[in-house]
């Protein structure tokens, strides 16, 4: 009756547009720096309980991400799905270049996934990457002195040669972890994923071939997907993060000489890690 009664009601006190909440998931997962923090639940948690507090019908997330840590990426999807049950919301979910790795574990938090027909979409497998020293630091005349209280303690020391055991151990970690992700695929997406061969082989693909694998649900962008569903006056109200650590009044000058030397090699280091993750996509 109300709602009736508000579409007579002239100028504000008639009809107000519906205003969907939007959390941009942007960035490698789990990856910090003092300067750089990363996607984790730590970064995340805070958005996404303001979005859900919204007095709204759905939540958007743009998720834009090569993937990282697997246990950042399965707590930051947990997380979504726990709010979206409380607090009874549909979870839209729109890829922007990337959702690959973890970020396709975030993607699949979403009720409904819609992707540009170039998004790059799925890796579903898991990755461990490094250097071997060993002969380096021997032709250099250096001698590496590791002492550990357990056999296993310096297991895949790049400074050791590689041992068939330590090998072995790591792909068996592997195994479970991409069991654990290919688990979670089919729960969330099971009734409309196709039996491709290698839809777990840690291959990734455009948009409109991810959505004929089942992988998303349409192509399309946010703002046409929302008017189409809540109107053409459809309201966006992106939820923001924390300001970075030169915008802030307090806590500037925390770190100075050594350790603000040590924070920008930080952050060279972890900006080349990253690189890396999104060159891995073409991107």
Known sequence: MFDRLRKRLPGKWGDVPTTVPVVRLQGAIGMSSPLRPGLSLATVA???????SFDAPAVALIVNSPGGSPVQSRLIHDRIRQLAGEKKKDVLVFVEDVAASGGYMLAI????IIADENSIVGSIGVVSS???FSEAISKLGIERRVYTAGENKAILDPFRP???EDIVHLKALQQEVHESFIALVR???GDVLTDAPDLFSGLFWTGTTSRDLGLIDRIGDIRSTLRERFGDKVRMRLVGGQRSLFSRRQGV???IGAGLTRGWADEAIGALEQRALWARYGL
């Open 130 to 132: 490094g250097f071997g």
């Open 46 to 52: 805070p958005l996404l309980d303001k979005a859900f």
């Open 162 to 164: 590689e041992r068939e």
């Open 109 to 112: 938090a979403g009720d409904e």
């Open 187 to 189: 729960r969330r997406r």
């Open 253 to 255: 000058g925390v770190e």
